[in-house]
Structure formats: C-alpha cells, structure tokens
C-alpha cells in the first residue's frame, strides 16, 4: 500500500467559547490554555509519527494547534479557507443548546436527507461540508502519495466526513478536543484505519 496518502486528521485544541458550550463555527477565537496544553500532549503523543506536511485550517485555534504539535518538526504549516468548521450563520456565538431541537430533526432523517439539511439560513449543510473537505483531501492524496499528512481542523466538518464515510452515525459533541481520524486514500477512496477520542453517542 505504499502508494497510499495516509492522513491525520486531527481536531484543534479548546477554546474559551468550547469550554463555554458556545457554537463558533467560523467565527475566530484563540486556543485557551487548556487547548495549548491539549497540543503540546498531542504533540508527544504523535512525535515519533514523520509527517511529510501540514495542512490547517487558517482559523487561529487550528493553526495554533497544528503549530504546537509539528513544533519540532520543521515544517512549515500551509493553511487554507477549505478546511473551516461548519458556517452556522447567526447561531454562531449562542448557547451549542439552540442546536439539540435542530439535531433531533437531523437525526429522523436518512442519510441523504441528513446530508441536505439547512435548518438555518446560512447554515452549511453535511453535503457542502464534506465536498469541500474530501475535494481537499484528494488533492493532497494525489500530491503526496505514499506519504504521511497532517490536517488540522474543526470537530463538525470532521463528525460530516466520519458520517460520509462510514455506515455509524456520529452526532454533535462525539469529537472531543484532540481527537483524531487515520486514513488512508488512493485519492479516491477512503478507509478508516483508526479513531481516537471519538464515539458516536
């Protein structure tokens, strides 16, 4: 399998808004101190892992994160729009409880309908989510095959891709603060090889 990408895909450490039970989607708030200390753990926890590059969402809370775990890595963290949490339009900024009545809608639904619902305008649906991230993703599969990638981003776009990809249902608040994906991928398809600080509850 030596022409397969594999990827980590990690998400960013707390923030004060996490710890608050705020929805930030893609609104721009640091890491905390927790968060940074959350990085530096996951920092040693994958540094005997060689990482070929790093990729990040341009929000601060995860290129901090990235920052923090390829620190003695020497490699320099390229960051891009694509990798942004979920847009939550005017949620963002509220109480994450505004979104339990939302998410007992979601989850009646099938798995197509779940990936068509906009329950709010502005609101980036499943299927918007997880376009752009596995767009993304297969262009750094393609680019670096056989190699070993590390992504930072955000629990919702992740909780979508995990959604996508598998036939579990991940709801809000399965992804903790760290947690990780490990992937493989020809550039087409995907398989899940491991999952850490993720449940699907």
Known sequence: MNNYCTLYIVRHG???WNLN???????DIPLNETGIKQASEMAEKLKSIHFDA???????????????????KNL?????????????????GRNEKILDNLYETWKKLNKKEKEKYRPLKEF??????????????REVAVGHSGKT????TH???MRALLNRLSEETYYSGSISNLAYIKIETDSVDFFIKQLHGIKNV
């Open 155 to 157: 629990g919702g776009i």
């Open 124 to 137: 980036e649906t499943d299927g918007e989510l997880t376009t752009r991230f596995i767009t993304f993703l």
């Open 21 to 27: 039970g705020l929805t930030q989607g893609q609104t």
């Open 149 to 152: 990638v590390l992504v930072v």
């Open 14 to 16: 707390q923030t004060d």
């Open 76 to 92: 320099a963290v390229q960051t891009t729009k694509l990798l942004r949490e979920r847009l939550y339009g005017e949620q963002e």
């Open 54 to 72: 790093v990729f990040s969402s341009d929000l601060i809370r995860a290129k901090r994160t990235a920052e923090i775990i390829t620190l003695e």
